[in-house]
């Protein structure tokens, strides 16, 4: 039996219970930010766009940020929220989320929510990543060409709520996977790249000749003439 076996058995006798993700949280319109907005120093700041491009399952640095005169017109995620990507152009890309576990607050943009919860933070965004909520949520989104989810919907999806503990245990196994999933990444990606120089030495060496010929049949109509 396994480590989370054996925590489920010891707290869970009667199997983990699910819960709405409106009953452990509530769900806040991001406002106002656009991406223009975004400056290179002073409070950090999350755009929804970030979450489908720069992210993964949990932060605790931002890439960007906003004036504080800025900052104070905007909502924000404290540490331990979640930020939700709310609209995409794929069914697959709507709310997909961004535990923020850095220090102090962060600013949201509109078409994100903030999701501020009782929960482990990495937990829940992990939990966003499953099949179990990806089919809940797909009979919530609306839209035709951008396709989005609201807050009230997905204060419907349910989430299983095992345990403080038992969701620490979790997010631990699934940050090393992940871990070991980017340094693998980074090596296929090495190891694609030292294939790519090798491919081009030996393309621009096989076919160097051609340059050679044409000199050497030059030289010997010299010689010939």
């Known amino acids: ?53 720069i992210y993964g ?10 004036t504080e005169q800025m900052a ?13 990507a709310t609209t995409s152009e794929d069914d697959a890309a709507v709310a997909k989320a961004v535990a923020w576990v850095g220090e102090g607050e962060v600013a949201v943009s509109s078409d994100a929510y ?12 992990y939990f966003f990543q499953t099949d179990h909520f990806q089919s809940q949520k797909t009979r919530h989104i609306t839209g035709t060409k951008v396709r989005r989810i609201s807050g009230e919907s997905l204060a419907k999806i349910k989430i299983p709520v095992p345990p403080l503990e038992i969701q620490k245990e979790i997010v631990v196994i699934l940050d090393k996977f992940t871990k ?39 030289a010997g ?3 010939r003439a």
């Not at 009667?14 to 406002?31: A, W």
């Not at 017109?73 to 979640?82: E, Q, V």
């Not at 903030?114 to 965004?125: D, N, T």
Request: net charge neutral.
């Open 57 to 66: 399952v949990w932060t605790d640095t931002t890439r960007s940020f906003v």
């Open 114 to 125: 903030i999701y501020s919860h009782s929960l482990e933070p990495k937990y829940v965004s």
């Open 221 to 223: 109509s010299g010689q």
């Open 180 to 218: 070991l999933e980017a340094e693998l990444e980074a090596e296929l990606e090495a190891e694609l790249e030292a294939r790519r120089v090798q491919y081009r030495h030996y393309r621009d060496q096989l076919l160097s000749f051609a340059a050679a010929g044409s000199g050497q049949r030059a």
């Open 72 to 84: 104070r017109k905007l909502r924000k995620a404290r540490s331990g929220d979640l930020v939700i």
């Open 1 to 53: 039996m396994s480590r989370i076996d054996a925590l489920i058995a010891d707290l869970c006798p009667d199997g983990v219970k699910y819960r709405g993700l409106g009953e452990v949280g509530e769900f806040i319109r991001g406002n106002g930010l656009q991406k223009s907005d975004l400056t290179d120093a002073g409070v950090g700041a999350i755009h929804y766009g970030q979450v489908h491009t």
